[in-house]
Structure formats: structure tokens, C-alpha cells
């Protein structure tokens, strides 16, 4: 028989064991949680940090692991999402669940109707679905389907579609992954008063440590299954990060960013002008006039807030994924290219790793093998067929140097957890040896270790001549990998600095300015 405990303990699990097959994901994890407290969850991709939240909510079933949950000092065996919910528990998960081509009211209501009757009550979700929408902070007409809207901004969307819920216990795995400093800041301000005006407890599954130290009143590290430190967090004991990067990584790191010294070559990579059109209204500018470049062996920073235009005007640029009546020129080596489509540009040695992993970069009922090799066919292949050796040799490579967390390459990519899954999209291209790599959110996801060893991947590319773009919504991080950041504001360059001689400040400032960058100014 299992004792109630103290009531200030909102949730207490006891010596979770989870197993899939012969892989144990959870070793003995035992935690409790405060009521009215931010807790959070940190660990390395892959330390089990995801399924614990899962066994909690029901997505894994009571029966289906060992241990106890105590949910308000009940012993609780949940065995589905929907009745953790009947309690008051309700989960957003790192990959999104939203259907692409419905509404975002319908998404926000979706198994939760609003019934007038025996009929959904239309207008009484889409003013709620308003309401909601304005305290996440996204201005978009809730008529919008999802498809229509980026990952920063569907990431929003699931935060809203949680608070029309009746909530005590709000679960959030990497709720900021997507989302710039100010946007994350903001969420976890919703939240910390969702905390102090309705007494809401929230656990927050995350990697960035300025967020963590910010908002959490305490910390859980969790490493290869197993509790490995549990840190309470106030005024007078601030959080340690170096303390917190040695328990999740099972090593310290003295420091967040390798040491580089850039070798800087001729210009290799230029785009002028480049002009485009939103795919459903052909006379609203996404992208008016951009114009940058990058060097042989240089790594260059996009900065901006959520729809300044960052991702859409890349994917244009990439083979016209997006967005309609692009127009501009592009420059490689000096040689105006044109990209009427993705193929185009990889045969030439451009390529886009996307920050949307789960829809447009991994084929998730693939293994590593097969999602590594994607981009690269050509070269693995010998009269139309795959040599199997190199392609096996080249993903056990990769899945090596970027630590990914799988017991063999033929594991299937959807079975990875998403930090996982974003470092075989780089595996993807980064195999290629592009000569110009795009990467749209490279880190999000992952945790500080990994982080490091892809910016040394990054680093590497970029000693062998290769150009980076790096679009990131963390300005520490383009601040510390890059050699220039364009920041960009509704479409628009605003400015070109030197990253070891700006600030968060500045680019923060420029990444709100309306003034866009003078043309002349851009390639002086």
C-alpha cells in the first residue's frame, strides 16, 4: 500500500521502468513536483526525459511500465491521454499535432468542441480561439489553416489550444524549441502567471539554460534513463549552468561554442533583389528585395522575429519551395545560377537542411541508413545501384560523429526521439559535402552537448571552404558560431554586423527596425 504524501506534492512518480523490446528507456526515475512550482526536465536527446512525460499522460499506458504515479495523493493508472486530461493533466508534445488543413479554431477545439446543443457552437470557439490566440501573442486570423503558417507559429497554436482546457498540470515538451528569445520569453511569462492567477503547475521539458534559470523553481536531470540530480532554483541560489552541462552531459563543457578563426575566401555564394509573393495572396510581399552573401569558408547568421521572413525567403531561394512569382538573381562563384527547383540546386552543391524535420526533412518509417543517404544517391551509387558497404559506412559515420542515440543505423528515424531526428537531417546534407549549406534552426531540439558537437561540424565544414547560413531564433548561438548576422524585419534586411563586435541588444533593435537596409550598403 502506497501512503499519501505531503499535499504540497502535486504529482509523484515512483521508481519508473519502461522498456521497448530490450532497450530499457527508463531505468527506476522517481520525482515529485510541487504544486503551483515550474519544474523542469533536462537531459541529453535520448535520456528518456520524453517518454517519462508520456507515461505520465497515458500516451504509454498503465501496464505498459513499472512504478506508481501518484497524481494529488492518489495512485493513478492512466490508460489513455483522455483521462489524465479528466484529471486536469494536459500534454504538448515536441512534435506537433496539429491536421495541416484545418483551421486553427478547429485545431484549437479539436476533441474538445464547444456544443450549442447537438451542434458545434461555431461562433463561440472562434471568439475563444481569438481570446487565446492574443494571450499566446499570435496575430493570425483564426480562419487560417495550419498549413499556412510556420512552425514557430503552429507552435503557438498548441500553447493556445492547452489553455482553453481546464488545467492543473501543464505538461510542455520543448515548448520554445521554435520560437526567437522574445517569443519564448513571452510564452514562459503566460505560464508563470497561469502559475500565480489560477495556481497551474507546470512541467517544461527543455534545453535552453537562459530559460531554465529564468522561469524554473526547480531542475530534474535525467541521463541515460536514470535520475541523476534534482536542483531547487531562488534569489539566493541561482542556478549553476555549469553544474546543470555536467549532469546532463555526463561531462563539463568549459565552453558553449568551439574556439574558431575563420579562413575567409572570395565570395562564393550571393543572392540579389530577391522579391516574392505569398503562395495565397499574390500581391503581399513575403520577401522585397533581399540581397546578401556569403564567402568561401564563412558562416553567416539570419536573425529575426517569428514571420520576418528568415525560413520563407530561404526555401524560395532553395528551388522556389515557397511562395509564389519569386524574382531576383543568384550567384555562385561568380556565375548567375537559377534555381527553378530543389534538384537544381543540390546538383550544383547548395543545399537546406529545414527546421520542419518531421513533414519536409526525414522519410520517418525509414532507418537512419536509408534517411542518411536521401540527398546523396548519386555518389553512393554505381550504374543506378546503391553501394551498400559505403552507404552503411557513411551513415555509421555520421550517426558517430553526431552522437545520435540509436543501437544500430537500421533503427526507423520516427522511433528517435526529435533531437535525434534533427541530427540525421544533418547527417542528410552534411554527407552531400555541400558547397553552400543552408540550416533553418540546426540545434532545435537538442541538447548542449550535442549542440557543441554540431557547431564543430559546422566549424569543420566551413575550414574546407564551404559557405553556412545559420537561421536561428537563439541569438547566443548565432552570436557565438557566426562571422556576420543579416537581421531581417517584414521581408526586409535591416542590417549586416560583425558577430564578435554586436550584441543581443543590437540585434534586437534591428530586428524590429522598419528601416530596411540600404542596397549599396549590403555587398560594401
Not at 461562433?123 to 493570425?140: F, I, M, P, T, Y
Amino acid at each position: 500500500m502506497i501512503d499519501k504524501k505531503d499535499p504540497d506534492i502535486i504529482l509523484e512518480m515512483r521508481h519508473i521502468v519502461k522498456k521497448f523490446g530490450p532497450v530499457v528507456a527508463l531505468k527506476d526515475v522517481t520525482m515529485d513536483v510541487k504544486r503551483g512550482e515550474i519544474f523542469s526536465i533536462c537531459g541529453e536527446n535520448g535520456a528518456g526525459k520524453s517518454t517519462m512525460m508520456n507515461v505520465l499522460s497515458g500516451v504509454y499506458p498503465y501496464g505498459t511500465y513499472e512504478g506508481d504515479i501518484l497524481y494529488n495523493g492518489e495512485v493513478c493508472q492512466f490508460k489513455t491521454i483522455r483521462d489524465s486530461e479528466e484529471k486536469g493533466i494536459v500534454i504538448i508534445h515536441q512534435e506537433l499535432a496539429l491536421v495541416p488543413y484545418m483551421s486553427i479554431t478547429d485545431n484549437i477545439f479539436l476533441g474538445n468542441p464547444i456544443m450549442k446543443g447537438f451542434s458545434v457552437d461555431d461562433e463561440a470557439q472562434r471568439k475563444l480561439a481569438k481570446d487565446v490566440l492574443s494571450q499566446v501573442g499570435l496575430n493570425e486570423n483564426p480562419d487560417t489553416l495550419i498549413s499556412n503558417i510556420g512552425v514557430g507559429k503552429q507552435q503557438l497554436v498548441e500553447i493556445a489550444k492547452a489553455l482553453t482546457k481546464d488545467l492543473k498540470l501543464l505538461i510542455l515538451d520543448e515548448p520554445t524549441a521554435a520560437l526567437n528569445d522574445e517569443d519564448s520569453f513571452h510564452l514562459l511569462g503566460i505560464i508563470d502567471n497561469l502559475r500565480k492567477t489560477k495556481g497551474i503547475t507546470a512541467i517544461i521539458i527543455s534545453h535552453k539554460l537562459n530559460e531554465i534559470a529564468a522561469s524554473a523553481d526547480s531542475v530534474q536531470v535525467i541521463r541515460d534513463g536514470t535520475t541523476i540530480s534534482h536542483i531547487e532554483i531562488d534569489t539566493e541560489h541561482p542556478l549553476d549552468e555549469a553544474l546543470l552541462i555536467r549532469d546532463m552531459v555526463g561531462r563539463p563543457l568549459d565552453s558553449r561554442y568551439p574556439d574558431h578563426s575563420p579562413k575567409l575566401g572570395k565570395e562564393l555564394f550571393r543572392v540579389e533583389k530577391w522579391k516574392m509573393f505569398h503562395p495565397l495572396d499574390s500581391k503581399r510581399l513575403v520577401a522585397k528585395e533581399v540581397s546578401f552573401n556569403v564567402k568561401a569558408g564563412e558562416i553567416i547568421g539570419f536573425a529575426g522575429l517569428v514571420g520576418s521572413g528568415r525560413t520563407e525567403t530561404a526555401m524560395s531561394i532553395f528551388g522556389r519551395q515557397y511562395g509564389t512569382n519569386a524574382s531576383g538573381k543568384i550567384w555562385l562563384d561568380g556565375k548567375e545560377v537559377k534555381f527553378p527547383n530543389v534538384r537544381s540546386a543540390v546538383d550544383v552543391g547548395v543545399a537546406y537542411a529545414t527546421e520542419d524535420r518531421k513533414t519536409y526533412g526525414l522519410n520517418l518509417i525509414s532507418s537512419i541508413r536509408e534517411n542518411t543517404s536521401l540527398a546523396n544517391l548519386g555518389t553512393l551509387s554505381k550504374y543506378g545501384v546503391i553501394d551498400q558497404d559505403v552507404e552503411r559506412k557513411t551513415a555509421e559515420k555520421f550517426r558517430k560523429d553526431f552522437r545520435t542515440k540509436a543501437p544500430n543505423i537500421e533503427m526507423p528515424v520516427g522511433n528517435l526521439s526529435g533531437g535525434n531526428q534533427q541530427k540525421v537531417v544533418l547527417s542528410k546534407w552534411v554527407s552531400t559535402s555541400p558547397r553552400v549549406l543552408i540550416l533553418d534552426e540546426p540545434t532545435r531540439g537538442i541538447d548542449v552537448g550535442a549542440k557543441y558537437d554540431i557547431y564543430e561540424i559546422i566549424d569543420k565544414l566551413a575550414d574546407v571552404g564551404a559557405g553556412v547560413i545559420v537561421i536561428s531564433s537563439e541569438l547566443p548561438e548565432l552570436l557565438g558560431i557566426c562571422d556576420r548576422i543579416y537581421t531581417m524585419n517584414l521581408g526586409t534586411i535591416t542590417a549586416c554586423l560583425d558577430a564578435k563586435k554586436t550584441n543581443q541588444e543590437e540585434l534586437m533593435r534591428y530586428m524590429t527596425s522598419t528601416i530596411p537596409m540600404k542596397q549599396e550598403d549590403i555587398f560594401a
